[in-house]
């Protein structure tokens, strides 16, 4: 009587909860099942969704092929007026020597120094920079850890040099327990 009263309050728990219970191997094979079957659908929409980016870029490269095409052209009437102005600007410079500045309704002609460009070979140049500049160098240091880790042993949450015993600082260990991970078959 006692047992069959506490089966009725599980059963009655177990609707209060509105969950779905695996306890045993028919409900836990049919979750498998299940979580095949979602994942199939799940690589069938991504299929679905790639054949239709792959429709999609032919469309969009179309699209930029006609944009380059077209902004080739305009670049092209573009470079030719601006060499036009630059033609006309050298000749009021001519005129003018301290002139930086021409300005007109649609715009401005304009003259300005730049900055000289400076091109590094780097080899060269940190092999003249270590003999006369050593002061320029910059030294990078760090760990290899893979090499570290072959040097410690991990004791509770702390690493030590394992020929010394030496507690290693800057390393904290953080045991990661058991990872569950479920495993369909396809």
């Known amino acids: 009587m006692e047992a069959v009263k506490l089966q009725r309050q599980q059963n009655d728990q177990k609707k209060e909860n509105n969950h779905f219970l695996i306890d045993n191997d028919q409900k ?9 079957h ?26 930029n092929q006609w944009l380059e095409s077209e902004n080739d052209n305009l670049d092209n009437d573009i470079e030719y007026m601006e060499g036009l102005l630059r033609v006309y600007a050298e000749q009021l ?5 301290e002139l930086k500045t021409h300005k ?3 715009g401005q002609l304009q ?16 092999e003249f920079a270590e003999k006369s500049l050593q002061d320029t160098i910059k030294i990078k240091k760090q760990v290899d850890k893979r090499k570290l880790k ?3 042993r991990i004791v509770g949450s702390k690493a030590v ?5 030496e507690v290693v600082g800057g ?16």
């Open 28 to 36: 836990a094979n049919w979750a498998l099942r299940k979580i095949r």
């Open 38 to 63: 979602l994942k199939q659908k799940k690589k069938e929409n991504q299929e679905f969704a790639d054949t239709e980016i792959e429709e999609i870029q032919k469309e969009i490269d179309e699209v």
């Open 93 to 97: 410079k001519k005129d003018d020597l």
């Open 104 to 106: 007109l309704p649609f």
């Open 111 to 126: 003259f300005r120094k730049q900055r000289d460009k400076w091109k590094y070979d780097n080899d060269k140049l940190l």
């Open 150 to 152: 072959k040097k410690i």
């Open 161 to 165: 040099v394992a020929d010394t015993g």
């Open 171 to 186: 390393i904290v260990v953080t045991e990661r327990g058991e990872k569950f991970k479920v495993k369909v078959k396809e």
